[in-house]
């Protein structure tokens, strides 16, 4: 009942399967920042990380930890950005998000 699952990433459409991500929708840029970004919506990327194997705080708070997991991602997922560890269009709809 325990264990560990793993995926490849171009297998992962999203996360449907946890009630948390059902229309999930992001609309600016999350990155590592002066100001700390925080909000529902980085615990949401924090959260799809995790259930797609990618450990971070799941805290709300866009720190440094959250953008090396970030940056993990898009590497496993081969997405070519032009910067790496922010959550933009093309990291939010791989993770399973909507971009509005």
């Known amino acids: 009942d325990y264990g560990v699952v793993t995926s490849h990433v171009s297998e992962w459409t999203h996360a449907a ?4 991500f059902d229309d999930l929708s992001l609309n600016r840029k999350l990155k590592v920042a002066k100001n700390i970004m925080t909000g529902v919506d980085v615990t949401n990327v924090q959260k799809a990380l995790c259930s797609h194997g990618f450990l971070c705080a799941v805290n709300g ?3 440094e930890n959250t953008r090396q997991a970030v940056v993990k991602f898009q590497k496993a997922a081969k997405l070519s950005v032009v910067s790496p560890g922010t ?3 093309k990291t939010a709809v791989a993770l399973g998000f909507k971009w509005v």
């Open 87 to 89: 959550v933009a269009k």
């Open 17 to 20: 399967h946890y009630t948390w």
């Open 61 to 63: 708070s866009f720190t």
